[in-house]
């Protein structure tokens, strides 16, 4: 089955959907997950929490339109994907849910005990996410043990690869499924590029504070992304090269591989000489770049085998109809350009740096020990 035009349309599409949330989510999670590090008092901690706090959730829409986009064009990508790295990607809505509540609820009660727990949960949440999401992507670059067959009374029974035929979606009740189980998404290469994503997330979020706070936390958080910077940098390198030469499928990924080292590197660069803003907004290139590397390292496919290529899902087999690829981009041609729009905006309407001056001295929330104050009242 042939690739057509409006396929490819598509994968563009949910590849920048992914570019929207790994730029923009990604200094929300570092910035989380130096909340119990960075900031020496409760007020600084605030004021890192007021950095993301006009933006945090519209960010995180960018994972469920590309979530939706996924399910809308690719079903069977959507379905094999989400079936098979189940555990991993509930683990990630859990933890997603768990920062929710740190953020909202945080200020509720106004006492230390309170935000210092929602704080921890915060943190480890970030580095969890972060971790995992890095794990989903390297999978990607490597591959999966997918395989094309059905279940006959709770055991899947393999198609012969060599019967496979990849002219046309694969019939009858055979179709793709991850069947090596959660722990077969654990690997080496999967596992350093948990890490690399990390680090990554992590420097991407000490470069924001360093861009959006004045004072002394400034100061700590440009005094710590040169490290961040020099560590995620030497990890991208290992782990892109790793993937290029041992599992990708397309020689032109070499384009965005090297484009990417050249603005990480140009990004630590930047923030050696001090200067925040230029470090963070090529960081921000840099990553949108390390996308576009990941998706171009496995070809005109949705998810590759590792078992065999004949195995592997392409997007042709994985695709909707061209009716509805093609009913679902008028939603999509009238609302992204709104959604680009509003989101600019946004952040243009909060770029002014802020300092704990702007924090009040008395957090928010509500005092338990004079909650029933009135009752005492004869």
Known sequence: MVTSWLQVLWLILIVVLWIGYVVLDGFDLGTGMLLKILPKNDKERRLMLGTIGPHWDGNEVWLLTAGGATFAAFPEWYATMFSGMYFALVA??????????????????????????????????????????????ANLVQGMQIQVGHYENGTFVAVDPATVNLSAKVAGADQHFLTGGFFSLLTPFTILGGLVVLTLFLNHGALWIALKTKGDLHDRALKLAPKTALISTALTAVWALWGQIA?????????????????????????????????????????????????????????????????????????ATEPTQIVML?????????????????????????????????????????????????
């Open 330 to 378: 008028v939603p999509v041609v009238i609302f992204v350009p709104i959604v680009l729009f509003y989101t600019i905006w946004a952040y243009i309407k909060f770029s002014r740096r802020i300092s704990v001056n702007n924090i009040p001295d008395e957090p928010a929330g509500l005092d338990l020990s004079t909650e029933r104050e009135f009752e005492k009242v004869s």
């Open 92 to 137: 990630v809505l859990l933890c997603l849910i768990l920062r929710i509540v740190a953020i909202e609820w945080r200020g509720k009660v106004k006492t230390a005990r309170w935000r210092n727990t929602w704080d921890t949960i915060h943190t480890a949440v970030a580095w969890i996410v972060s971790l995992l999401w890095g794990v989903a992507f």
């Open 247 to 319: 599992y990708s499928v397309n020689a032109l990924a070499w384009i965005p591989l090297i484009l990417a080292a050249v603005l990480l590197i140009a990004s630590l660069l930047m923030v050696l000489k001090g200067n925040d803003k230029g470090a963070f907004f090529i960081h921000f290139a840099a990553l949108a770049v390390a996308v576009v590397f990941i998706f171009s390292t496995i070809g005109l496919n949705a998810l590759k085998s590792s078992i065999k290529p004949a195995y592997t899902l392409t997007l042709a087999q994985a695709s």
